[in-house]
Each structure stands twice: as C-alpha cells, then as structure tokens.
T-cell receptor
Framework: GAVVSQHPSWVICKSGTSVKIECRSLDFQATTMFWYRQFPKQSLMLMATSNEGSKATYEQGVEKDKFLINHASLTLSTLTVTSAHPEDSSFYIC???????????FGQGTRLTVV | GENVEQHPSTLSVQEGDSAVIKCTYSDSASNYFPWYKQELGKRPQLIIDIRSNVGEKKDQRIAVTLNKTAKHFSLHITETQPEDSAVYFCAATGANNLFFGTGTRLTVIP
C-alpha cells in the first residue's frame, strides 16, 4: 500500500519554542492531508485538513495561529506548533488520502513532549 | 461537521468468540467508512472498509455492515484470537474530511 512518512517520531522541546512536524506521501500525490492529535487512550481528534496550495481548514477549537499548517507540494505537509507549552504535549499524527482508492494512510506519528 | 459515535468503549471476549463494534454517524453525505486497528504506540492500520453503495463486506474473519438509512455501521470479528486485542476505530468520510469514532479497546482473553 501507499506510504506516508512522518518526521520526527518524537521530539522534546522547551516551553516557548516552536516545533515543526513533516508529513510526506512517498509514492502518491496527496492533495489532501489530515492532522490529528491523540491523547493517551483516546481517539484521534481531527485538528485540520490541509489542502495543497491553499489554506488549511481548521476544526472548531483548534488555534490557527498556534498550529500552523503548510501544504506547499503534493507530497509534503507540515505542522508547526508555535510557542509550545506543556499542554501541547501529545501524539500528533498525519494521514493522507490516496485518491485512487479513497483510502487514508497514516504517518508513524510524532510524540511531542514540551518541558 | 461529521459526528461519529462508537460503542462500546471497551470489550472483552473469550478467545474464539465473536466481537461486535457499532458506530453511528450524522452526516448523510458521508460515503466511505473505514475501520482501523491501532496497537499501542503505533499508527492506525486499515483493516476493512465499506462504501455507501454496498451493505456488507467480508474479509476472512472480519466483516462490516452498513445501514445508510439508519446511519450506522458495524464491525464483526469472528473466531477472535489474542492478536486481535487492540483499539479499533471506525471512521466516516465525505467530500474532504475523515472523522473518527472514540475507539473500542478490544481484549481477547486466551
């Protein structure tokens, strides 16, 4: 199946700094990518939908200025957590649609710890 | 947006028994319903999916049913095995979104 690569798999950063997470579709073009946040033992919460060449669509309650999403190409979307705080610590995971099958493939996820 | 509800949140079954997980959705425009299995610390993996033009799909021990009128769909696992233990998520998608249910932690007791 299609492959989505997410980097880094884990990151520890100091409070107040920014962290960038990359999501790449390796063998297909992803016009749409999704960013999710997952708290321990909970479901995946959709944060935003990233569309290539246009602004991301954010879900209600998600701060646009804090979670910056850029989808500059058909194979790359980035999520930047700006001015991170301990409450931003979580598991972030991206997925991309393979339009040929309408199947979503997931990245490996990024465990962010803000200290 | 879409609202996907999933039940039960936890499910324990004896090895060899069947497990059923149910989901409902709110957006009648949703037309694709995948199910994912997530093992601890790993990414969700697609195990089966169903599109709105069919009512049932089966793949070995796993089957999914869809009732578009009632807006609910279910996952059925037969002859459960310990390796089926994981968290299962249903999802519903329409034109440009993918929303997940709250998850079901399935434990298969040997």
């Amino acid at each position: 199946g299609a492959v989505v690569s997410q980097h880094p798999s884990w990151v520890i950063c100091k409070s107040g700094t920014s962290v960038k997470i990359e999501c790449r579709s390796l063998d297909f073009q992803a016009t749409t990518m999704f960013w999710y946040r997952q708290f321990p033992k909970q479901s995946l919460m959709l944060m935003a939908t990233s569309n290539e060449g246009s602004k991301a669509t954010y879900e209600q309650g998600v701060e646009k200025d804090k979670f910056l999403i850029n989808h500059a190409s058909l194979t790359l979307s980035t999520l930047t957590v700006t001015s991170a705080h301990p409450e931003d610590s979580s598991f972030y995971i991206c997925s991309a649609f393979d339009r040929g099958n309408t199947e979503a493939f997931f990245g490996q996820g990024t465990r962010l710890t803000v200290v | 947006g879409e609202n996907v509800e999933q039940h039960p949140s936890t499910l324990s079954v004896q090895e060899g028994d069947s497990a059923v997980i149910k989901c409902t959705y709110s957006d009648s425009a949703s037309n694709y319903f995948p199910w994912y299995k997530q093992e601890l610390g790993k990414r969700p993996q697609l195990i089966i999916d169903i599109r709105s033009n069919v009512g049932e799909k089966k793949d070995q021990r796993i089957a999914v049913t869809l009732n578009k009128t009632a807006k609910h769909f279910s996952l059925h696992i037969t002859e459960t095995q310990p390796e089926d233990s994981a968290v299962y998520f249903c999802a519903a998608t329409g034109a440009n979104n993918l929303f997940f249910g709250t998850g079901t932690r399935l434990t298969v007791i040997p």
